[in-house]
């Protein structure tokens, strides 16, 4: 099944080891491994609540809960892409950056303000499931965004399966639906959830970026954007 594919791809989550072609064949559904994602997280901050109003231990909990269904894999995406930006470089150099396994300054920078950014909307949104999950849903999307609007990598490397099923006619119509359908039922409990759309202009601008410094657009940065595209949308939705 394509959707198990996809979440053994992109999270921790015990669902068995992932066909990489299946789970490109099945890109469009990618909104619903952010629900998934979103829906654990919220469960735990609500569990805390239920016991005692607690924001900073609900928060510290959900952080957890964040890693461990994540993985840290879009992290990754997010240091290595940091230390790309940070460099200031353009092509090749910038490639070999980006290449290169061992984390700078930026790397770490970035990974520290993306967690404490995320553990500080936490505790404001404890209670608020339906902005939590929106914002999950919509940082998946995200990578979607960002592998449609990249350059496909000149690699057959494993975002590029994925950059051609966003370049798919009917994939992006499936997608789309799937996502409008999503948010809208989201909306309907609460429609300041909406507010996670925001975090598809990161993926956006991710790729736009991509495109100039890199060249082309690969798997760290389609992470890069579903961490970056969270983020803001649960910083936006705390705000709001």
């Known amino acids: 099944?394509?959707?198990?594919?996809?979440?053994?791809?992109?999270?921790?989550?015990?669902?068995?080891?992932?066909?990489?072609?299946?789970?490109?064949?099945?890109?469009?559904?990618v909104p619903i491994v952010g629900l998934a994602e979103g829906?654990?997280?919220?469960l735990v901050g609500l569990a805390v609540?239920?016991?005692?109003?607690?924001?900073?231990?609900?928060?510290?909990?959900?952080?957890?809960?964040?890693?461990?269904?994540?993985?840290?894999?879009h992290l990754d995406g997010l240091a290595d892409y940091s230390d790309v930006l940070g460099s200031g470089l353009r092509g090749e150099e910038a490639v070999r950056v980006l290449k290169d396994p061992r984390k700078g300054s930026f790397a770490i920078m970035a990974v520290v303000v993306a967690l404490v950014a995320r553990l500080s909307a936490f505790y404001y949104l404890y209670r608020c499931p339906a902005i939590i999950v929106a914002a999950y849903a919509s940082s998946?999307?995200?990578?979607?965004?960002?592998?449609?609007?990249?350059?496909?990598?000149?690699?057959?490397?494993?975002?590029?399966?994925?950059?051609?099923?966003?370049?798919?006619?009917?994939q992006l119509l499936l997608n789309a639906l799937t996502y409008i359908a999503i948010m809208t039922a989201i909306a309907v409990l609460r429609p300041l959830s909406l507010i996670g759309a925001a975090a598809l202009l990161a993926g956006f601008l991710?790729?736009?970026?991509?495109?100039?410094?890199?060249?082309f657009v690969n798997g760290d940065v389609m992470g890069a954007s579903i961490e970056v595209g969270g983020v803001v949308a649960l910083v936006l939705g705390a705000l709001a």
């Open 140 to 170: 998946l999307e995200a990578s979607f965004v960002a592998a449609r609007a990249g350059v496909q990598e000149p690699y057959e490397g494993m975002a590029s399966r994925f950059e051609r099923a966003a370049r798919d006619g009917r």
């Open 1 to 29: 099944m394509g959707l198990r594919d996809l979440l053994a791809l992109f999270t921790r989550l015990p669902v068995g080891s992932g066909d990489l072609e299946a789970a490109a064949s099945s890109f469009y559904m």
């Open 49 to 73: 609540s239920a016991v005692k109003p607690a924001p900073m231990l609900a928060a510290s909990l959900m952080l957890i809960a964040h890693v461990a269904v994540t993985g840290g894999l």
């Open 206 to 215: 991710l790729a736009a970026d991509a495109n100039s410094r890199l060249g």
């Open 39 to 42: 829906v654990i997280v919220s």
